[in-house]
């Protein structure tokens, strides 16, 4: 059996979780999976197949995934097998939170992040964001206002220490491109991914562009990064949701107010779920129910 090293990255909400308990999901249960270009190999069992499950069944019931700040990782192996025939073939996949991730930008992620990294023959990354933000200068101030800060300035005594860097502060397009600046000094992969998640929320905004597209004209200077680094990446659009989910408040048993999906939303996801039409992807303008074609491109 070939045994495929996969890393699966992406910074804090960039819906890792959520894909790969779609993933999980799709690949056992949906109607249409004859025809995805991956499914579940019959063969062996997931190692961790408890932790799958529980996030397909999250995924399933239209719940929000569990966020935990513990930054050991969970390896996951899916043993899956081509439709069109061919060997079985091992994907592991090591279940890193973000914030691990997140944490190479001050060179503080677990060591074995590194680990994985050298290890991995393949990278998928995901991309919940990738607009660089607005800075400082973006803005038009008068002259008056100019003189307002520079008095603001003379009034404020010096700051004896320079505040801590905190990267959670910079804008995601920059943590997205000092992540993939490691990874790809870390590791030369033979094939790289990157999916922009929450296609559907991009689809609404911008319904003609491609996801290569759509990161090349809203976020030039990160296109430019990912194509120096990765000259023959792939874009692919993923919404592992199928939609933005509706929520209300609700007061709770301890007497606070709390969130959750309303029924309209999770009846109409459920149903979509049945008729193997909720998660999608996008490839060029293409749109698929398959969520397994970024990972059957790696395997090309």
């Not at 320079?162 to 397009?173: C, H, N, S, T, V």
């Not at 149903?271 to 059957?296: C, H, L, Q």
Request: glycine share 4%; hydrophobic share 35%; net charge negative.
């Amino acid at each position: 059996m070939k045994q495929r090293k996969c890393l699966i990255a992406g910074l804090p909400d960039a819906g890792k979780s959520t894909y790969l308990g779609a993933l999980w999901y799709v690949i056992n249960n949906d109607p249409n999976k004859d025809s995805f270009m991956l499914k579940a190999s019959e063969n062996n069992p997931p190692e961790n197949v408890e932790q799958l499950v529980h996030l397909s069944n999250k995924w399933m019931r239209v719940e929000d995934m569990d966020r935990t700040s513990v930054d050991v990782s969970n390896n996951i192996s899916f043993n899956l097998t081509p439709n069109e025939g061919g060997e079985d073939f091992v994907l592991n996949v090591p279940d890193f939170k973000g914030e691990s991730i997140r944490q190479v930008i001050t060179m503080n992620q677990p060591k074995e992040f590194d680990e994985w990294c050298e290890s991995s023959d393949t990278l998928l990354f995901l991309m919940s964001d990738v607009k660089p933000g607005r800075f400082a200068d973006d803005y038009y101030i008068d002259e008056d206002e100019v003189e307002e800060e520079k008095t603001s300035q003379q009034d404020t005594p010096s700051q004896e220490s320079i505040p801590e860097f905190d990267p959670r502060k910079m804008p995601i397009a920059s943590q997205n491109m000092l992540v993939l600046r490691f990874l790809a000094e870390k590791k030369q992969f033979s094939k790289v991914v990157i999916c922009i998640t929450a296609w559907d929320k991009v689809m609404s905004a911008f319904p003609n562009k491609s996801p290569e597209e759509y990161v090349r004209e809203e976020a030039p200077a990160l296109f430019n990064f990912v194509k120096y680094y990765f000259p023959l990446v792939m874009f692919f659009g993923l919404s592992a949701q199928g939609e933005e989910y509706n929520y209300e408040e609700y007061d709770g048993e301890d007497g606070q107010k709390h969130k959750r999906v309303t029924k309209e939303c999770k009846t109409r996801l459920m149903n979509a779920t049945r008729k193997g039409s909720r998660a999608f992807v996008v490839a060029d303008k293409e749109k698929s129910f398959d969520i397994t074609i970024p990972i059957a491109e790696l395997l090309k």
